[in-house]
């Protein structure tokens, strides 16, 4: 039986969209069933429409799938993304996080496995903090927290065992380089890797 993958993750400009899609694809590869769900927008118009990429963004992904509490209770393996809000999650990922008590009362978001990606404007702007709050609502679900740690030489060129994270400079455009490409495609393999050998 193939491992259920689900990628859960807030994206306002589309960084975070090109990591969850990158994922997808390693996980599909992989042999994982995927279910990839961005999770709704929140923010006010007026913010959204105060940036031109974050409405343009926002308008592309108004067909697909919303992140659901189900899609964290279907899941072997949860790869949670978010963008670096003051070092920490975005309200947006947050608020779907706040809604799973009922699941979490009744123990279902335990024993899976988790990790994390974000994105920040800048290599210190708090992505490994985020990564930590992450963490830590996983540990009250009673997940198994699977960062990649330094288990692959890609890790030692993208530097973060915490997760994966990307810097999108000030102008929010730089795109993803093979470094942050080559960490994903580890994050997804690891953690598949981990919830087969749970399950055997």
Known sequence: MSVKVAIVYYS???TLQAMAE???RTAADAGAEVRRR??????????IDSRPEWRAHVDAVAGEPVAEP??????????????TRYGNVAS??????DTTGPLWSQGRLADKVYAAFTASQTAHGGQEATLLSLYTTVMHWGGIVVPPGYTDPVKFVDGN??????????ENDAPLGDPQLDALDHLARRAIHVA???AA
Do not use: C, F, K, M
């Not at 947006?92 to 996080?97: E, F, G, S, V, Y």
């Not at 065992?161 to 000030?170: C, I, K, L, N």
């Open 12 to 14: 306002a400009t589309g």
């Open 22 to 24: 990158r994922l997808e």
């Open 38 to 47: 961005h999770v709704r927008e929140i923010a006010p118009e007026s913010a």
């Open 70 to 83: 189900d899609d964290l209770d279907w899941a072997d393996v949860v790869l949670l993304g978010s963008p």
């Open 92 to 97: 947006q990922l947050q608020q779907l996080l």
């Open 161 to 170: 065992p915490y997760g994966v994270s990307h810097a999108t400079g000030a």
């Open 196 to 198: 087969e050998r749970l």
